[in-house]
């Protein structure tokens, strides 16, 4: 089975910390997706990549970075964290291979920004 | 673009009840379809998918099948459980997406009632 992983369940920081969400996927997957997910907005893919150091914007890039060092990791920097990124944060992972699309979610980053 | 329009929720039903969820779709070309779920605070998990028109997807007993002249990828289950509340996303890959990105559907609440 797939296994995604993020590495806090819940997270509370203070307006103005920078702040590190990381996600680990142990299937050699070439994806890695993040998203925020707020009630009434569904999901929103904030970045995205495609090999190890590779990155692209998705719908919401303002406010966030993104770091993938090795395949199997893949972060999310908040460089100077606010408010209105409270929210819940999911990471994703899916192959390349053809025909094969879904995505691999983790159990998601409960973020609090105070 | 591509775009996945669900039926808004929540929906309440009583155990044991006959469930539908609405999903229509709006791509380009021959899109994959998938279903995810969602339980109370964790990620999204894969739930049922289809990759051409009039397949049937199934597992846990729910289904849905492909209906390209409807554009629509419907989910079913025969008799709901309370185990079963979750939020549901629609959701598709279509050959334009980059990325193999899916586009999401907004989430459909069920609640079950015992």
């Known amino acids: 089975d797939v296994k995604v992983t993020q590495s806090s369940r819940y997270l509370v920081k203070r307006t103005g910390e920078k702040v590190f969400l990381e996600c680990v996927q142990d299937m050699d997957h070439e994806n890695m997706f993040w998203y925020r997910q707020d009630p009434g907005l569904g999901l929103r893919l904030i970045y995205f990549?495609?090999?190890?150091?590779?990155?692209e914007k998705g719908d919401i890039p303002e406010g966030y970075s993104v770091s993938r060092e090795k395949k199997e990791r893949f972060s999310l920097i908040l460089e100077s964290a606010s408010t209105n990124q409270t929210s819940m944060y999911l990471c994703a992972s899916s192959s390349m291979g053809a025909g094969v699309y879904e995505q691999y979610f983790g159990p998601g980053t409960r973020l609090t920004v105070t | 673009g591509n775009s996945v329009t669900q039926m808004e929720g929540p929906v309440t039903l009583s155990e044991e009840a006959f469930l539908t969820i609405n999903c229509t779709y709006t791509a380009t070309g021959y899109p994959s379809l998938f279903w995810y779920v969602q339980y109370p605070g964790e990620g999204l998990q894969l739930l049922l998918k289809a990759t051409k028109a009039d397949d049937k997807g199934s597992n846990k007993g729910f289904e849905a099948t492909y209906r390209k002249e409807t554009t629509s990828f419907h989910l079913e289950k025969g008799s709901v459980q309370v185990s079963d509340s979750a939020v549901y996303f629609c959701a598709l890959y279509s050959s334009n997406n980059a990325g193999n990105m899916l586009t999401f559907g907004g989430g459909t609440r069920l609640m079950v009632k015992p």
């Open positions: 990549s495609y090999d190890v150091k590779m990155k």
